[in-house]
């Protein structure tokens, strides 16, 4: 059983980036993953606000989406992304939002 959620969870995070890869430092990156949540690791170039979407394979029209969260300098701009809507074996794709903080 854990194998298997892992192997959805990897297949849940290896879909193209939009355009928000070129304002990231680094990520976004698979944290830990549960029955129905998995965390995502996600370091922005500078402050920002940042969030992920996501809809399960095959049907864009039912997004969900992370909460959003700020990254600052104090925290060397890391964000952790909680996607808590996630269903075990179902496959999902998703794409990063973010918002430079002026």
């Known amino acids: 059983m854990q194998k298997t959620i892992r192997f959805w969870l990897f297949l849940l995070f290896t879909s193209t980036l939009l355009t928000a890869q070129a304002q990231l430092q680094s990520g976004p990156m698979l944290g830990y993953s549960d029955y129905m949540e998995v965390m995502v690791w ?9 969030k992920i979407q996501y809809w399960e394979v095959g049907n864009p029209s ?3 989406s992370t909460d959003e969260v700020n990254t600052e300098k104090t925290n060397a701009y890391i964000a952790h992304l909680y996607a808590d809507q996630v ?5 999902y ?3 990063v939002g973010w918002m430079e903080k002026k």
């Not at 996600?42 to 940042?50: P, W």
């Not at 269903?87 to 496959?91: A, C, D, Q, R, S």
């Open 42 to 50: 996600a370091q922005t170039k500078k402050a920002a606000k940042v």
């Open 62 to 64: 039912n997004k969900r």
């Open 87 to 91: 269903e075990p074996g179902k496959k």
């Open 93 to 95: 794709e998703y794409e």
